[in-house]
């Protein structure tokens, strides 16, 4: 989901979350349907299954990063250690191990833009949102993890939306790409469809 | 001697503390997060305590709580048991006057924890329950026990409203406070030296704890 700030980029991530909800129309993720002001449904955002990964991580500064995942884990079933273990399995899957037993404060931006990306995974969603996750780290950082979190959805298999105003972004990880402007939805396309056009290049 | 007001103190400190504690808490979280009307009214009224000269406060309770008050006298004629002049009353004194503290500090640290936390909990599926106790609480923790700590040391030095509503019946309500004025007045000047020593040692104790733990809390926010 592309656009400038202001446009709606954000607001969109937080209906489909449940975290505001839309004065009309219908939000669904495969068959399952979240809202829908014809019939009045509206999901609370813990009955939505959704992962969410904020702007700025919103990583919990009192737990660790293996806490942090553990915290999000679905199976209740699952207890104690064998949680904190599935949690640095997680966390090893993005070559991030290292830092199971740091607090938040204590790691770098793209160390905790992988953490906040696995916990986001560790309670199963349908859908994971993605909120310019990479707006707050280094050129370098962001350039390993773009192609990451490109093989991290490949891996999971379900779809992701990347909501970011970088057009090389757009165009490295979408597959389809929505150009929103004045909250309203412009075009969609293949990235090649959108950004090969001049009229949105700026 | 002196070991009687001290027990006393004690008891009524730790019991007022626990219930100011619970209390606060709850009420902290209601006016942090409910959005109701009468909300700022209902603040306001708890926060009165802290801005009344504590024998008006004092004097409320009796009209609430005495023998023939509202509430008072209907417990009153049903049991014939009041609890004026006796050390639940120091309690009840103790509690009222000390539990604006609480709920302004827990209020207030409830509310500087970014709701983005919350949210996140919530999107990882928690229920508003369990993401307070196991992320609001533990990231308003700092300010919750500063709040803790002042309302026990106001609690324990309650005087003029626990003059009011309990009295000054040594062992029985003579709480420290209490018990500094008696000497004073009877002119047993090592009485009340010792009493004001240790009731000052406490004060300076709690105060530089609560500066201990609230400047680590700029850590977290």
Redesign the interface.
């Known amino acids: 989901m592309f656009g400038q700030s202001g446009s709606g980029k954000t607001t969109t991530l937080r209906t489909i979350?449940g975290?505001v909800a839309p004065d009309t129309g219908r939000i669904s993720v495969g068959e399952d349907v979240y809202f829908d002001s014809a019939t009045g449904k509206n999901l609370?955002?813990?009955k939505?299954r959704?992962?969410?990964v904020?702007q700025?991580y919103?990583l919990?500064?009192?737990m660790t990063a293996e806490q942090n995942v553990a915290?999000?884990i679905?199976d209740n079933g699952l207890r104690g250690a064998s949680r904190l273990e599935r949690a640095r399995a997680m966390l090893a899957l993005f070559k991030i191990e290292h830092v199971s037993k740091r607090y938040p404060?204590h790691m770098s931006g793209g160390e905790q833009q992988r953490t906040a990306l696995a916990?986001?995974l560790?309670?199963d969603p349908a859908v994971v949102l993605l909120d310019e996750p990479l707006s707050a780290v280094d050129a370098e950082t962001r350039s390993q993890l773009l192609p990451e979190i490109k093989s991290a959805q490949e891996r999971v298999g379900i779809p992701f939306i990347y909501v970011t105003h970088n057009t090389s972004e757009a165009t490295h990880l979408g597959t389809k790409v929505v150009v929103l402007h004045g909250g309203s939805v412009k075009q969609t396309g293949s990235p090649s469809e959108i950004f090969n056009r001049s009229e949105n290049e700026r | 001697m002196i070991w009687e007001p001290l027990k006393l103190s004690l008891l009524v400190v730790t019991i007022a503390t626990v219930i100011i504690a619970t209390l606060g808490l709850a009420l902290g979280l209601l006016l942090a997060k409910g959005r109701f009307h009468g909300q700022e009214l209902l603040a306001s009224l708890f926060m009165l305590p802290l801005v009344l000269p504590p024998t008006v406060s004092g004097y409320y309770l009796i009209v609430l709580l005495g023998r023939h008050g509202l509430i008072g006298g209907v417990v009153y004629n049903l049991t014939g048991w009041t609890v004026a002049f006796t050390w639940q009353a120091a309690v009840i004194a103790a509690t009222v006057l000390a539990l604006p503290l609480m709920v302004l500090s827990s209020r207030a640290a409830i509310e500087s924890v970014s709701p983005q936390y919350e949210i996140a909990s919530y999107t990882l599926g928690k229920s508003r329950v369990v993401t307070f106790f196991l992320i609001t609480l533990p990231l308003a923790r700092r300010g919750i026990l500063a709040g803790i700590v002042l309302s026990l040391t106001r609690a324990l030095g309650e005087f003029g409203a626990t003059f009011m509503l309990a009295g000054n019946i040594p062992g029985k309500t003579q709480t420290m406070p209490l018990a500094i004025y008696e000497a004073v007045i009877s002119g047993d000047d090592k009485r009340a030296q010792l009493l004001a020593i240790i009731l000052t040692g406490v004060s300076v104790a709690a105060v530089y704890f609560t500066n201990k733990i609230s400047k680590g809390a700029i850590r977290y926010y």
Do not use: E
């Open positions: 979350a975290i609370s955002i813990q939505r959704v992962g969410f904020f700025d919103a919990f500064p009192h915290y999000g679905k404060q916990r986001a560790a309670s």
